[in-house]
Structures are given as structure tokens and as C-alpha cells.
């Protein structure tokens, strides 16, 4: 929200508070914080501190190499509503005072607060100044009702969700340094670098194609090697260099704003930092990596439709682990009421069994929304189980179901009664949940537990994806559940996994769909899907095959769409593509549904290294090549993984322009070698894309292509990329049934050499010449 007209000028109707100075700079009771007091002018005489607004800021830290500021105008009210910050403790800040200045270091960050005039906190690690907030920096913002800040609403008002404007805003200005480059806040499709943009932090359901995003965050990573992250859970604008181009200003409605900056160095270690701040991704099953496939939206189907997909894809070696019913398993009208439509599906708990036997997983189709015709809205409106109006009656409306309501999950009772009812579909063979919606949310409504309703159009979602989730490790255990969930906030990553929501069928869109992927991923999110082919719209055969090979290159892969089906035989019909071609949609989709069985031992390594440590699958270059300035815009490639580069294509013709940071890769695909530290430009057929290991890596694979869940140590294929240094790596191989172990791989210019266990067999390959090993050792001249 921008506040200011050019420099100098304030916009009619505003009227801005600035803390000018710190008049005092005081340890807290416990002598584990600071508190200044900063007046909205310098004081100079005592006659100045009459009749004068002060802004308290009170700084402290959560976590080494964590600070955090909170600025309050007035105290007297109730506080915004903020995250859960499970990783939160105490005890890790020193404070030192002095006649110049006062300080709060924690690990390596330090904040330096400077007493008198002009305000000045500087942020500093290792004796460089991070970020800072400076003259007019920190200021509280009135607007009266002509104000010219924005055409009035925050959101989409065509929708009913949107938020007017507040009478009151706090605002905090860090500056940018040069060359100093954004990322994150959330899954945004527009370009992955954040300068220049006006980003606010409002869920919504718009689309892939707008400035809408599903799951926003708060948090923002610098290139500079900290993070920023906004503790509130409402409505957060931010101005990325787009109001004062030397700052990034995040303003929030109210009398109290609290951000923490994060330490760390590297890219890498602030998303470590932050994700223990706010919780890591749960570890994900296994079986989830491998072939989602679903009956699409608006399609007709019933269980022979569904068994005729299956076993077509059987017949033609396409490995399926999931099968989802979306919406219509349930009656039109009664969204969501958990009820199978006997019409269609009449003994369900026998077809889930038969679908069991064919070794799959079932997903379903659901949302937090009770459409009126429901059986179980009279009782939900009885119990007083669903967000209300002011006036007590229930709040509904006729977009999407008629008449639906909410349910109010800041009810006990009413979260335990919504999960009742997913426990009953476990019970009949129903394996995880797909949580679509919890974007359209009102702020005109009234919570049980007296909650914030603009702080709960956001903090909605992690409440409905933490009761499903809750069910679902509750039936299946912890590191067997999964959800396949559109919208999020802060604390979503702890709720794997999420996908892009309603793209079109594109190549465009398949673009942006990458980019609010690694968005999404620099905001501490490990594991993302998308639906391939697009959503929205029929996709021709050849986005549809280039989606294929980005959708089974990406952590979790599912083909879905709207009004259509997505098996591949469909697209080479209306091609008259003969299916054993190898450029038919049948034969890529299991050139690339094999490749990814191949590659599971690696992939759930990443996937644990999410868990662990809150690094994404999918990982930008300018995460993973943070010293490369050449990486710092890249968006339309990633790494999966530590070491493998992947660039799409996007083209009907089937060119596609990347970069390869310096150093020699490896093509996995063919063998080739090529030296990096430039751009390239290839043609790929659609059974091919750039697919790159760099140099000195060590992949782990396996040749079972029929199911991504299986003991990865019982024949290990340990692929090695030498570099031309001689060294040693070690690579641990990780099963879902928790067993392990460690290989050593080294070479130096004449061979190339790898221990490990010898009560299992595995196997060297270097160059295209793989060798079991004997006694726990195999050896490759090079």
C-alpha cells in the first residue's frame, strides 16, 4: 500500500506519523530485550513531548541469528492475529547499552539501535549491515475516507472476500542495497524476482493468471543472505522497491506491527532458520511421489469408468500410486457432505476395496464449505458449528454451492464433529484428502472463539488443513499422511502437499506455473504439485507431453483437469499417433513416469532433507547458486534436488533456451557432456528435455519402474558424475521402511571407487558401465 506521492509528498487524505528519533533505549525487566521509545518528532525541549504521538519498539529474539521487532502506536488493544511459531524459545539474546547506542545480538545478527536523532536500526552479520530502517522508515499511517491510497478494497471485490480500507496502517521501511534481489511471499505467478512489485498478502482464488495467488506468505528472502518475516496473519501489503525503489516497506492495519529478520548467510541456511522458526514440512509417504491420476472435474464417471482408466493404464506399463475422485464422487448440491452419491457409486467401501487390490492409493475430493441442501447443514446450523454474521445468523451465499456455509474450525466441537466425518470415509478405505478451497473466506462474520476475522481470511486454511491433516496421521501415522491442498499461509509447509491450483492449458501458463512453484518454494515450502497438462481447457497433445515431463519432474505428479480426462491415449486419438511412437503421449508419459521411479531413492532423500532441514525438492538456481549473479532471475529452470538441473520446455517447437552455472554437466538423459558458465539454446523432442547432473554428484537410483515405494537399498544403482578433482562423497541411501545405509564414492584421475554394505547387493555405474560390487567395494577405471 503506498502511503507516499514521490519523495517528498504525502497522498491526499494520508497523514503519516514518523518515528523520528530514539528518545530512550532500555533493557526489558528480564534483560533479555530492548525497548525504545521513539517519538513522532525529536524531542528538543521538554514542552515537545506534549501533545506527542510515541511509537514503543521493543525488539527481542526467539531464536539465534532470529530478531524481532515489534512497533505499537497504542497497547490498549487487542493484538493482531499472528503464527504459531513452533520453534520459538528464550534465552538467546545479549544486550548491551551505552551512552551512543544500544544492541541485541543473537548468533551472528546483531540490531543496532542508535539513540537521538535521526531513527537508525541497522541489522548487521559479521560486520556487514544486512538491512536496515532508517529516516522515515517506521511510521503510523491515518487515512480519512477520501483518502487516495487505493481504489478502496484490498482483494477481489468482485468476490465478496474483499477487505476496505482501515482508518489506521503501521508501516517499516528496510532498505535495499544494490544489485540486492527479493524473493518469496508466497505462490505468486508473476515474475520470481519481487522488485519493482506491490504484493499483497490476501488469499484468494483467482487463477494462475493474475496477481492472485492461493497460498500467501508473509516471509521474503534477500540475495543478501536474510529473511524478512511479517507476523500477522491479515492483510500484509508490501511495496518491493515500488514506493520508495531504495526500500521494501510492509505496512498492516492497526496499532501493532511485529516482523522478524533472519540470519543465516546463504540463501540456504535463512530457509533453515526460518522453517525451524515456523515448523518443516512433515515427511511425506513414498507411495505419494508416484503417478497421481484423477477423474477430473466436471466429467462423467462412475466405478467402471474408473476401472477402465485403471486397467487401460495397466495394459500400457503406466505405473498409477493414486487415484483420485474429485468432486462429483458426492451429490451436486451437497458439497461437502462426505456422503458417496449412491446414484453412481452405490457400495463404495467394496470399490474402494477392489481399487486396493489393484495396489492403489484413494484420494477424494473435499472442501470446508456444507452447501444448504446437505444433510448435515441443519444439524451443523443446530450445533452452532458454522461462522456466523454479526446478527447470529449463519453467513452463506450461492457461489459455488447454494446457500453453503463455513464451517467455524475455532470451534472444538465443531472441528472434531468435521473430522468425525473423515474418519468415517478412512474407515471405509478412503487413504488421504484432497483440501481444495479455503481462499473464499468473509471478514463480515463472527468467529466461536471471538477471532479477527481479517486475520482469519488468511489463518482459515491452516486451521481446516490442520484438522484434516491431524485425521489423517491419526489413521495412518506420522510420515504416512498426506494432503493435496490449494490455499495456505505461514505453518502450511508443515502440512504437505500443495498444488498450484486452476492454470489454463498452455504453454504460457505452464510458466507461470513454474514460477509460482519456486515462489513458493524460496517461502519455506518443500514439496509442490500442479495438474499436468493445465487445468482450464482442453490442452493439445503437444502441452500435454511437455507438461508431462515437467509434472513428473516436479516432487509430487498429477494428472488432472477440468471438463476433460487426462489419460494419455485420448491426446494421441485425436493426433492418429500410433501409441508405440516415441513421441506419443502414452510413450512419454511412461518414458517419464519410469525415469521418476528410477530416480525415488534420490527424491526421497530430497524429500527427508526437506523434512530435516526445510530445503524444497524444487529448488531455484538462485537458492542453489547463490554466488552465480547469472542465476539471480532464472525462472524458467530449478534443480530437483541437490544436483539435477531441469529446464522445461516451454515451445511448440520444441526449443529451449537455459543456463548452466560453471563447471561440467552431465546430460542424464543421453550421456552427453557439456562445460557450463553460459546460456545454451536446444531442440528437444517430446520424449527429451534439458535434464543436467553437475559435476561431482553422486545419484542414487534404482531399476524398479512398476512403484515408487520399495526397499531402495535391495539393488542401489549409485550413478557417478566425477569432477576432475579428486575426492570422496558420501551418499546416504534412506528406505520408507526406515532402514539405511552410507556409500563412499571417490576418484581420482584413473578410477573411480565405492564401499558400502555387503549383505545387499548394489551396484557402480560410471559413464554408461555399471559394476555390482563384490565384498561391499566396486571399482570403474575411468
Not at 232 to 247: D, L, M, P, Y
Not at 757 to 782: C, K, Y
Request: aromatic share 10%.
Amino acid at each position: 500500500m503506498k502511503f507516499t506521492d514521490g519523495f517528498w509528498q504525502i497522498r491526499p487524505g494520508v497523514e503519516v506519523l514518523y518515528a523520528q528519533e530514539a528518545y530512550d533505549i532500555e533493557r526489558s525487566h528480564d534483560g533479555a530485550a530492548l525497548q525504545i521509545t521513539a517519538p513522532t518528532k525529536a524531542i528538543g525541549t521538554r514542552g515537545d513531548t506534549l501533545n506527542r504521538p510515541v511509537l514503543t519498539v521493543s525488539i527481542h529474539s526467539p531464536l539465534p541469528d532470529v530478531i524481532g521487532v515489534t512497533i505499537e502506536h497504542h497497547q490498549g488493544g487487542r493484538p493482531p492475529l499472528g503464527f504459531s511459531l513452533p520453534g520459538a524459545t528464550s534465552g538467546h539474546a545479549k544486550v548491551d547499552l551505552d551512552e551512543l547506542e544500544g544492541t541485541l545480538t543473537s548468533g551472528s545478527l546483531t540490531l543496532r539501535a542508535t539513540r537521538g536523532a535521526p531513527w537508525s536500526l541497522s541489522f548487521e552479520s559479521e560486520g556487514r549491515v544486512l538491512t536496515s530502517s532508517g529516516h522515515r522508515s517506521v511510521g503510523y499511517a491515518g487515512l480519512q475516507r477520501d483518502a487516495q491510497v487505493d481504489p478502496g478494497v484490498v482483494g477481489p471485490p468482485r468476490s465478496g472476500m474483499a477487505l476496505p480500507l482501515a482508518e489506521n496502517y503501521l508501516h517499516e521501511q528496510l532498505s535495499l542495497d544494490v544489485g540486492e534481489v527479493i524473493y518469496g511471499l508466497g505462490e505468486r505467478f508473476g515474475p520470481l524476482v519481487k522488485n519493482g512489485q506491490t504484493v499483497d498478502v490476501w488469499n484468494a482464488d483467482g487463477g494462475t493468471s493474475s496477481e492472485q495467488a492461493y497460498k500467501n506468505v508473509p516471509f521474503y528472502l534477500s540475495s543478501r543472505g536474510y529473511g524478512v518475516l511479517v507476523d500477522n496473519a491479515g492483510h500484509v501489503s508490501f511495496e518491493v522497491g515500488s514506493e520508495a525503489v531504495e526500500r521494501v516497506q510492509f505496512s498492516v492495519p492497526g496499532e501493532r506491527l511485529t516482523y522478524y529478520v533472519i540470519g543465516g548467510g546463504s540463501p540456504e541456511a535463512v530457509l533453515e532458520r526460518y522453517t525451524q522458526l515456523v515448523g518443516r514440512p512433515a515427511k511425506v509417504p513414498a507411495w505419494s511421489y508416484g503417478l497421481w491420476l484423477s477423474t477430473s472435474f466436471t466429467t462423467d464417471y462412475e466405478e467402471s469408468t474408473v476401472n477402465e482408466f485403471i486397467d487401460a493404464m495397466t495394459e500400457r506399463e503406466l505405473p498409477l500410486s493414486v487415484f483420485h475422485f474429485d468432486c462429483f464422487w458426492m451429490r451436486e448440491f451437497n458439497w461437502s457432505d462426505f456422503t458417496w452419491d449412491a446414484r453412481t457409486f452405490p457400495e463404495p467401501e467394496r470399490m474402494l476395496a477392489r481399487l486396493h487390490e489393484k495396489d492403489l492409493r484413494v484420494s477424494v475430493w473435499i472442501n470446508p464449505y456444507i452447501g444448504q441442501r446437505s444433510h448435515l447443514f441443519a444439524e451443523a446450523k443446530e450445533r452452532g458449528f458454522l461462522v456466523r454474521k454479526p446478527n447470529g445468523d449463519v453467513w452463506q451465499w450461492d457461489k459455488w454451492q447454494a446457500g453453503m456455509a463455513l464451517v467455524d474450525f475455532t470451534n472444538r466441537e465443531a472441528t472434531a464433529w468435521y473430522q468425525d466425518k473423515l474418519r468415517g470415509l478412512i474407515e471405509q478405505g478412503v487413504d488421504c484428502f484432497k483440501t481444495d478451497f479455503g481462499e473464499r473466506i468473509p471478514v463480515d462474520v463472527v468467529y466461536a472463539d471471538g477471532s479477527d476475522p481479517v486475520g482469519m481470511h488468511n489463518y482459515y486454511t491452516q486451521l481446516y488443513n490442520e484438522a484434516v491433516f491431524e485425521v489423517l496421521e491419526e489413521a495412518r501415522g506420522e510420515g504416512d499422511a498426506v494432503l493435496f491442498a490449494r490455499s495456505a499461509t505461514v505453518g502450511g509447509q508443515r502440512l504437505p502437499v500443495h498444488w498450484g491450483g486452476d492454470s489454463t492449458s498452455s504453454y504460457v501458463s505452464m510458466a507461470e506455473t513454474l514460477r509460482g512453484g519456486l515462489s513458493l518454494a524460496l517461502s519455506g515450502f518443500g514439496f509442490w504439485s500442479h495438474d499436468i497438462g493445465g487445468f482450464e481447457g482442453m490442452p493439445d497433445a503437444g502441452v500435454f507431453k511437455r507438461w508431462v515431463a515437467f509434472g513428473l519432474l516436479s516432487s509430487h505428479s498429477r494428472l488432472h483437469g477440468s471438463s476433460s480426462y487426462r489419460v494419455p491415449w485420448v491426446f494421441d486419438e485425436a493426433d492418429g499417433l500410433d501409441e508405440s511412437d516415441p513421441q506419443s503421449a502414452v510413450s512419454v508419459l511412461r518414458s517419464f513416469t519410469h525415469l521418476k521411479l528410477q530416480l525415488m531413492p534420490y527424491l526421497y532423500a530430497a524429500g527427508l532433507d526437506a523434512h530435516e532441514r526445510g530445503i524444497p525438492i524444487m529448488r531455484a538456481m538462485a537458492l542453489a547458486f547463490p554466488d552465480d549473479p547469472s542465476c539471480a532471475y532464472l525462472e524458467r529452470q530449478y534443480l530437483l534436488g541437490e544436483h539435477l538441473l531441469v529446464a522445461p520446455v516451454f515451445s511448440a517447437d520444441g526449443e529451449v533456451e537455459f543456463y548452466l552455472p560453471a563447471g561440467r554437466w552431465t546430460s542424464l538423459l543421453d550421456g552427453s557432456t557439456v562445460d557450463g558458465g553460459a546460456w545454451r539454446r536446444e531442440r528437444h523432442g517430446f520424449d527429451s528435455l534439458p535434464l543436467y547432473v553437475r559435476e561431482g554428484a553422486v545419484i542414487a537410483r534404482h531399476d524398479r519402474v512398476d512403484r515408487p515405494d520399495h526397499d531402495y537399498l535391495d539393488g542401489a544403482v549409485l550413478s557417478a558424475y566425477p569432477s576432475a578433482v579428486e575426492t570422496t562423497t558420501r551418499v546416504t541411501v534412506r528406505t520408507p521402511g526406515g532402514a539405511s545405509a552410507a556409500f563412499d564414492v571417490s576418484w581420482d584421475a584413473d578410477e573411480v571407487t565405492a564401499t558400502g554394505p555387503n549383505d545387499t547387493p548394489w551396484s557402480l555405474e560410471v559413464a554408461g558401465t555399471r559394476v555390482a560390487a563384490s565384498g561391499g567395494a566396486a571399482r570403474i577405471a575411468r
